[in-house]
């Protein structure tokens, strides 16, 4: 298949092109920059040069593929409401593009914007919460609007993705607790994240682009649930840092911005998605690359 890929040099993208391109696929990868172009076409993808905010483009790169990838995401918070409506536009441009057609779109979505029915585990078919609520759900309410049209559209809803170098969320965790000098969990830290190692995530997306059902939420878990407070013991023994519990009074002057998602639990299900797709995770679970992370490089 001809797949167009946005995102392909992002940490996610990155690993995706080989899966692809050794599944036997032709990437096509969207890079804005020169460095992000030398280092798609090092790992044999044809490079495709263009912001993703920049639908013309987006348009001429969607209509010569076969599927699309859409994983680019600008990632600047203090910006988020804008960010996440661009990406709407996005998908409402490729969606116009493949429609009437089989070829299939995968977009991107966390698994922290589901609503969980029963409180406990996200599965797979809770609904999301709504843009207004959480500015990012953006992305899957546009998604919504290409599935209603009978789209082949398919949303990937993604953990913590980790490798020794990147943990999601928790990169942002151990930057916090080298700018205050300690590893915090709020109250007892039983509150959970799900997590994927990077390898299983990308080859989700393979199996979604090849065999996904118009219509479908993947959840790309490998690990249900890991709580905050183990996470923050190994970010600890890294860094060489006290580990305390605050309060969630105190959680704000701690964590900033991000203070709401520490107290929270956002554990999530796979159970369909491996039933649906045959998805397997094997790669080391979260914990394990923590430990095995260089800290000294870790910023
Ligand atoms: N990593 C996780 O744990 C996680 C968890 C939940 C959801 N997600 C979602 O998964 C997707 C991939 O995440 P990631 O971790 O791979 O993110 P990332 O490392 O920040 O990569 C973002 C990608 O988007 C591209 N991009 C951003 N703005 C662009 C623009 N204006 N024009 C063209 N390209 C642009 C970046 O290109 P440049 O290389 O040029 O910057 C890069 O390729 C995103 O949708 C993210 O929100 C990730």
């Not at 993208?13 to 990868?29: C, K, R």
């Not at 905010?53 to 988020?80: P, Q």
């Amino acid at each position: 298949m001809r797949v167009f890929l946005t995102g392909a040099t992002g940490f996610v993208g990155s690993f995706l092109v080989p899966e692809l391109i050794n599944a036997g696929h032709h990437v096509v990868g969207l890079s804005r920059s020169d460095l992000g172009a030398k280092a798609l076409a090092r790992v044999g993808a044809e490079v495709f040069r263009g912001d993703v905010n920049d639908l013309d483009r987006v348009r001429i790169a969607a209509e010569a593929a076969d599927g699309v990838i859409h994983a680019a995401f600008n990632h600047d918070f203090s910006n988020l409401m804008q960010n996440s409506e661009n990406d709407r536009r996005v998908i409402e441009t490729l969606g116009e593009v493949l429609a009437g057609s089989d070829r299939p779109l995968v977009i991107t979505s966390g698994t922290g914007l589901a609503r969980s029915k029963t409180g406990g585990l996200a599965v797979e078919t809770d609904d999301h919460a709504t843009s207004a609520e959480f500015p990012r759900a953006a992305s899957e309410e546009a998604a919504d609007t290409l599935i209603a049209k009978g789209g082949r559209v398919m949303v990937m809803r993604l953990p913590q993705v980790h490798d020794t170098h990147r943990q999601g969320r928790v990169t942002w965790h151990i930057q916090t607790a080298r700018r205050q000098g300690r590893v915090a969990y709020v109250g007892d830290g039983m509150n959970r994240l799900a997590a994927v190692h990077v390898s299983d995530a990308v080859r989700l997306y393979r199996l979604a682009l090849e065999k996904g059902q118009a219509g479908a939420r993947y959840n790309a878990v490998g690990e249900e649930g890991v709580a905050l407070r183990d996470i923050a013991e190994v970010i600890g023994a890294g860094l060489k840092m006290p580990v305390v519990s605050i309060t969630r009074e105190e959680a704000p002057a701690y964590f900033g911005w991000m203070a709401h998602l520490a107290t929270i639990d956002l554990a999530a299900s796979s159970v369909l998605t491996r039933e649906q797709l045959g998805w397997n995770p094997t790669g080391p679970d979260l914990l394990t690359d923590l430990r095995n992370m260089d800290y000294s490089l870790a910023r």
